[in-house]
């Protein structure tokens, strides 16, 4: 699992990012291309991944809660397979650290073992950075001689060797085992080895192809950066509050230094996998590759996560499944061959196992309990606080076996991001739960991302589906980075008032996706009359 990467990879079809490794796993594993995080941030995004539940049933939105504490006692997608005999361990980050995970990454419940973490993490915010007066400093750009770092390492590179260390293990164990391996990168800072730097010239940079705020973009929807703000270097800039923006240089600089952040996570994951190779195990051993969310570089004026856009919500995810997604007889000691991108710059792949549909981060927990030959978990009922396993997600067994027919418009992913007001306020990216008052609920489907921002009641988790704050809906065949909001005020009163007749116990997620298909009707009907 990687922290904050969208799909900036070569197997998504990005011609920048070199991500070889990565890209050879996509070649034979299953890709699925539009796969959507509950909600753009660390800590609820994990606990909702990881249970199979969405924010609003773990009531996770923040740092500052535990779903077993806040919610429900839920059975936990590593604790299922422990359920089951299998040995489980998870080393970097897997559970979002600290309360959220119960200061334990929810051990004893869902490891074995205690959780590893890299003892380099310590000083991912100390001053480490050599800026450009010689002094050192917490920068967000932080390309390093790693031989200078305390401990000549960094958090991955340990992570690395701790994840083969268990691997060798267990390499003469007939015991099943579950790990799960955290990288931190390429969240911020940008604390990697410099030379990453160098596949990435600056004179080859370009900005995001919509560096501004769109005009029509409601206020709420807006996320102003303040992780990024409070860095050292960024501060230098003197970049106004709310909008910005960063200076263009600058913006290069920090869309060069996540690119290079990348291929160095994507280093690790090959070393990882080649390992798992060298002993033997890349044979009986199912990879699942994916992230908690994606991060804006730039598109809308925007930077890092906290948004409902498709930058931040978007996430890679690919199943390797041996004899599945790679036939029996090409299975051999160089499945996983380690590609070095900084001393082998010429490679290939292609991805035969593609699904376009959209899928979401809580049909992980399924799906892998499925693929691995476990019974996959019930579908939880509309309400299930009281149930300790059951799944908000689907099953995606059954799109490994069968060719995808076409798109499907009745697929959608849900997201959701909460705000403390209707304007950018310098908590607006991470408020804590007793100060939320707005919640942005997103839809993606297809063809569409339709978002309506709400009146929410933190200390009864109640939304109110009548207190529409703002709206949102991009087409996205003609609007694909999601600039040209055309939500319309008088039609959505419409579409709200029929609605209201609905039975009180119809969900949010079906109410939402019937004003789009009433929306998206009348639409089409207009551009049949034109």
């Known amino acids: 699992m990687a ?105 004893p419940y869902s490891w074995s073992i205690p959780a590893y973490h890299p003892p380099s993490f310590h000083y991912e915010k100390k001053k480490l950075c050599k800026g450009d007066d010689g002094k050192l400093h917490v920068n967000l750009l932080c390309a390093v001689n790693v031989t200078e770092q305390p401990g000549g390492t960094l958090p991955d590179l340990e992570s690395t060797e701790e994840a083969v260390r268990l691997l060798k293990s267990w390499a003469n164990n007939d015991a099943p085992f579950f790990l799960a391996v955290g990288f931190h990168k390429p969240h911020i800072p940008f604390r990697i080895p410099q030379e990453y730097l160098s596949l990435y010239p600056i004179e080859n940079m370009t900005l995001a192809p919509d560096p501004n705020v769109p005009e029509f973009l409601p206020p709420v929807a807006y996320n102003p950066w303040t992780d990024i703000r409070g860095r050292d270097d960024v501060q230098k800039l003197n970049v106004s509050f709310p909008y910005g923006p960063i200076p263009k240089d600058f913006q290069l600089r920090i869309r060069q230094h996540y690119f290079a952040a990348v291929s160095y996570m994507d280093a690790q994951v090959g070393r990882l996998l080649s390992s798992l190779d060298a002993l033997g195990l890349a044979d009986d051993t199912m990879v699942v590759f994916t992230s908690d969310h994606g991060w804006s570089l730039g598109e809308h004026g925007e930077w890092a996560k906290f948004s409902n856009f498709n930058v931040a919500t978007q996430v890679p995810l690919m199943f390797y499944v041996p004899g599945i997604t790679i036939p029996r007889d090409q299975l051999g000691e160089s499945t996983f061959p380690f590609i070095d991108i900084l001393t082998q710059p010429k490679y290939r792949f292609k991805n035969d196992k593609v699904r376009r549909n959209v899928v979401e981060l809580v049909d992980v927990f399924p799906t892998v309990a499925s693929m691995a030959g476990l019974r996959a978990p019930e579908h939880c009922a509309d309400v299930s606080f ?12 059954h799109t490994f076996r069968r060719r995808e027919r076409g798109k499907d418009e009745e697929a959608i992913a849900y997201s959701q991001y909460p705000r403390p007001a209707d304007t950018p306020q310098v908590n607006s990216d991470v408020p804590d739960l007793k100060d939320v008052k707005v919640m942005g609920y997103s839809l993606r489907s297809w063809d569409y991302r339709y978002t309506l921002w709400l009146g929410y009641n933190p200390k009864t988790f109640q939304v109110n589906v009548s207190d529409v704050h703002a709206g949102e809906l991009y087409i996205l065949a003609d609007d694909p980075g999601e600039d040209k909001n055309i939500y319309s005020d008088l039609e959505q009163s419409v ?14 997620q079906r109410r939402m996706k019937l004003q789009l298909l009433y929306l998206t009707a009348g639409m089409k009907m207009n551009r049949g009359k034109a």
């Open 3 to 107: 922290d904050d990467l969208r799909p900036s990879l070569g197997c998504y079809g990005d011609s920048v990012v070199k991500s070889p490794n990565i890209d050879q796993l996509a070649s034979k594993s299953q890709v699925f291309l539009n796969t959507y995080a509950q909600q753009a941030l660390c800590a609820p995004s994990r606990a909702s991944m990881l249970t199979s539940r969405r924010p609003d049933t773990t009531r996770v939105y923040d740092f500052n809660s535990y779903w077993r504490d806040q919610s429900g006692n839920y059975t936990t997608l590593p604790q299922y397979f422990k359920s089951s005999g299998y040995f489980t361990a998870s080393v970097g980050k897997i559970f979002h650290p600290g309360i959220s995970s119960n200061f334990s990454d929810d051990y």
């Open 495 to 508: 579409v709200i008032k029929k609605l209201s007749t609905l039975p009180r116990p119809v969900t949010l």
């Open 386 to 397: 009281q149930e300790e396993l059951c799944t908000e997600g689907d099953n995606l067994a």
